[in-house]
């Protein structure tokens, strides 16, 4: 769509003989004889995996830093508008309308988005260009129950309703639960169809006897308290992500931008790992989704990786997304997982990687081992092992602090809470997974001086009776440290 401001009506009929040619998904204003490119770029703002390419570009002014200023840019504006949406499919329709230009979004959503075009885009495509944060287990994705709720897994959701939003990941993902425990979903559970808005609000009053979504909520619902996770996508190794799209005719006609873009998020990658908890706290300024839940996704041992890379486990989740939705009937039974191969384009991607001076290597290296480590903030001892690790945010410090094994933070704890110290939140790490848990929902093994922490207590049990040891949830643990606890002398807890 072309938009003419300020033209003088002696150049309104030329400017409508060539701007109908050149009608596409960005707005071209001419003012003064300066061109101004329209970058309308839709982001995700509460689905954390997608921070480093929408509000910490946005907010950090890095697109601006990488916009090209030089040749045929070199008499150029920029117009850069930004839009939050709670999910994918709204950002298709508008860059279908030619309203956006670069969208993210997760698998499902992008599969639908990619395959809608091909259809209705009027020979556009979107390209898909870059990963952002991705779990090749498919961490993040979860299905939730009220807090109080007897349900304590899956196969108790037998004859109950459960909302999810259709047509998600989180739609996918609680297909192959339910199967994966006999349960047929068309048959012995009522499925509806529910935002994360309704899904949380429902959970809260019980109105819903579970509730599957998407990053960030079955991680937030139970850190705001009134929900309770009975199943986390990891479970299935099914690898889940989200990533970024742009329609292939403003890619064509200003490469140099989406190049730039991708560098402005391949900073906000570095910025996110070089200050944690800081950006953290921005995140939750900007976009109100608390900083621990941040944190817990995008922090040293998260439940999300940031490598940018188009890498064959993502190719992988979105064929595996065609075929979930051709089985829910959202795709056309033509469309093949194959197809999505036609739109990936990584060509901007390693540009933007060259002109950084990075590597596609390094950046897969820096993601894979970006984990809890140092040295134990108690015994000073080093971190070996982030899967045995633990860590507190005591509200106020600037950094968590960081333990190698649960038992020190334990006692670290004991020592915190004696001398009036405020604690924000406990992370632990899944003792079989590695998976980061809020302590406070987590089950734990106590065998001696070992603790193993669990997401799930069957998982406990089960350690339990092969390696021996007590089950208990994190209150019962504090309450034994608490009773051997000597504010004299904190090694007089025997863990």
Same mark, same amino acid.
């Given at each position: ?168 990941? @989180? ?40 509730? @599957? ?34 329609? !292939? ?24 790992? !070089? ?42 989740? $979105? ?29 901007? $991607?390693?540009?933007?990687?060259? #002109? ?8 897969? !290296? ?40 649960? @038992? ?48 799930? #207590? ?38």
């Amino acid at each position: 769509m072309i938009r003419l401001r300020n033209i003088p009506t002696s150049l309104f009929l030329v400017s409508m003989t060539w701007g109908l040619a050149l009608a596409n998904s960005y707005e071209v204003a001419i003012a003064q004889g300066k061109k101004t490119i329209r970058i309308a770029i839709g982001v995700q703002d509460q689905v954390i995996n997608t921070a480093t390419g929408g509000p910490i570009i946005r907010e950090e002014k890095l697109l601006e830093k990488y916009l090209p200023k030089s040749g045929k840019y070199q008499d150029v504006s920029f117009k850069i508008e930004w839009s939050s949406y709670t999910s994918g499919p709204p950002i298709t329709n508008k860059m279908l309308a030619g309203q956006l230009d670069i969208g993210m979004m997760g698998d499902f959503p992008a599969t639908i988005n990619m395959t809608t075009f091909q259809k209705k885009g009027g020979g556009v495509n979107t390209l898909f260009i870059s990963t952002l944060g991705i779990s090749p287990s498919g961490a993040g994705n979860a299905i939730m129950v009220p807090k109080d709720s007897p349900i304590r897994n899956i196969s108790d959701l037998r004859g109950k309703e459960v909302s999810v939003p259709f047509g998600s990941a @989180a739609h996918g993902m609680l297909l192959r639960a339910l199967r994966g425990v006999g349960i047929d979903p068309n048959k012995d559970v009522k499925l509806v169809s529910q935002s994360p808005e309704v899904g949380g609000s429902n959970l809260k009053t019980g109105q819903i006897a579970a509730h @599957a979504n998407f990053v960030p909520f079955g991680e937030l619902f139970p850190f705001k308290g009134f929900a309770r996770k009975i199943f986390d996508g990891a479970q299935t190794g099914v690898p889940t992500m989200h990533g970024v799209l742009v329609r !292939s005719d403003f890619a064509k006609e200003n490469p140099e931008v989406v190049v730039a873009y991708l560098k402005a998020m391949l900073e906000a990658n570095r910025l996110f790992r !070089s200050q944690p908890e800081v950006m953290s706290a921005k995140i939750e300024k900007w976009t109100s989704v608390d900083k621990e839940v941040v944190y817990m996704f995008l922090g040293p041992s998260g439940l999300q990786m940031l490598d940018p890379s188009i890498r064959t486990v993502n190719i992988n989740a $979105l064929k595996g997304s065609v075929v979930t939705l051709k089985q829910l009937g959202r795709l056309e039974e033509s469309v093949k997982p194959d197809d999505v191969t036609k739109w990936i384009d990584d060509s901007f $991607l390693k540009r933007a990687i060259a #002109e950084m001076r990075m590597t596609a290597n390094g950046l897969q !290296s820096e993601a894979v081992n970006y984990k809890i480590s140092g040295n134990d903030a108690l015994t000073k001892e080093p971190i070996r092992d982030a899967k045995k690790a633990a860590q507190i945010w005591v509200d106020g410090e600037p950094t968590i602090r960081k333990y190698a094994t649960i @038992a020190n933070m334990i006692k670290a704890l004991q020592g915190l809470t004696s001398q009036g110290k405020k604690i924000g939140s406990i992370f632990v790490q899944d003792a079989g997974q590695g998976w980061k848990l809020f302590a406070s929902s987590s089950y734990f093994v106590r065998k001696g001086k070992e603790i193993s922490a669990f997401l799930l #207590e069957k998982d406990a049990k089960d350690f339990a009776s092969k390696n021996g040891g007590q089950v208990s949830d994190f209150s019962s643990l504090q309450k034994v440290a608490s009773d051997q606890f000597s504010r004299k002398n904190i090694s007089s807890v025997q863990f």
